[in-house]
């Protein structure tokens, strides 16, 4: 029997008898991080790596039944050895690696391998099955290292604080929104955030991450001079909301690794696309799943069918898992969307 099987409920360990990362509520979940995809409430008992408790107690409640274990930590449960290893996504993110009759699996979560200070950086499991994401699982996704990324977003905004017109950052509050706080250069303007972002923030300075002071949106005024000068970051879901009119003249971007395509830049609507993702890009995917050393690798949301494909032809035994994963944080409620 394989020791992970797609059930209803979600990816399940038979001889273990819990979940990883189940969509619907079950009685003991292993969870790789907390975004919403991912971590969902309603279940009885949660596992996860302890630098993502802060995380998921103000995501999902902070009276969930929680046990937490540093990476790298064993635990055996009805024979199963569980241990979780850093994924390298956001804070707190795991892989989980499990091994139960000689075998050994490693379910990834979502990764990306480069590393960006926010988070433990991604660490390589050997194993015998990998169950890996495919989010940009096709070859014209390609990233360009970070420091570029940074840069351009430096140019945007100091062009932008040259004609007193207040620069609106898109990005995913969790994660994404700490990562391009811990890389800009924040000597070139205030920073403020939405309402989604800044209790978030909180949580990564409590953990020790450095995030710069920022500002909340929402204790500025319209008429304060340094709207014109400052650099706001905010989710997806703000764009085109009545929230936006505090910012008078404004440019917009967003970040993510969607910026690559141009279509989706146009369907965005927004002046700039910056292309930053905290997933793995194709030539990551290949490199992650190259040191597994793994002979079968399963497959999650994505582009499934390219990268199974693609690794078949390598001589691999791959095949895909259908899940319900997938936008990480791209729908929020509307009270986010306002705050």
Not at 47 to 55: N, R
Request: a negative charge.
């Amino acid at each position: 029997m394989d020791l992970v099987i797609a059930r209803p409920e979600g990816l399940y360990c038979p001889a273990g008898d819990f979940y990883i990362d189940p969509w619907r509520p079950v009685e003991r979940s292993v969870i790789t991080h907390a975004h919403g995809d991912h971590a969902r409430t309603g279940n009885q008992h949660y596992l996860a790596a302890a630098p993502g408790e802060g995380i998921l107690r103000s995501r999902l409640g902070q009276d969930i039944n929680l046990q937490t274990m540093a990476y790298g930590e064993r635990l055996l449960h009805h024979g199963v050895t569980l241990s979780f290893h850093p994924a390298g996504h956001v804070l707190g993110s795991a892989q989980v690696r499990l091994e139960y009759g000689g075998e050994v699996w490693v379910a990834s979560g979502d990764y990306k391998i480069e590393p960006d200070g926010t988070c433990a950086p991604f660490e390589p499991v050997r194993c015998h099955t990998f169950i890996t994401e495919s989010t940009f699982g096709l070859p014209i996704y390609r990233w360009q290292p970070q420091a570029d990324v940074f840069a351009e977003i430096n140019q945007w905004w100091q062009a932008n604080a040259a004609k007193d017109k207040t620069s609106v950052l898109f990005c995913y509050s969790f994660g994404k929104a700490q990562r391009i706080l811990h890389g800009i250069d924040t000597s070139l303007g205030p920073i403020l955030t939405h309402g989604a972002v800044e209790p978030l923030n909180r949580v990564y300075r409590d953990s020790g991450v450095y995030i710069p002071p920022t500002i909340y949106a929402g204790d500025v005024k319209k008429s304060d001079p340094i709207m014109r000068k400052a650099l706001v970051i905010a989710p997806p879901s703000a764009a085109g909301s009545t929230w936006m009119r505090r910012f008078g003249d404004y440019s917009d971007g967003f970040a993510s690794g969607w910026m690559r395509l141009r279509g989706t830049r146009r369907r965005r609507g927004v002046d700039r696309g910056f292309v930053l993702s905290d997933h793995a890009d194709w030539p990551g995917l290949l490199w992650a799943i190259g040191q597994t050393g793994a002979e079968r690798v399963m497959v999650t949301h994505g582009s499934v069918a390219v990268l199974v494909r693609h690794l078949r032809e390598q001589g691999l035994d791959a095949q895909g898992f259908s899940t319900e994963y997938g936008n990480d944080e791209e729908e929020l409620t509307s009270t986010e969307a306002t705050a």
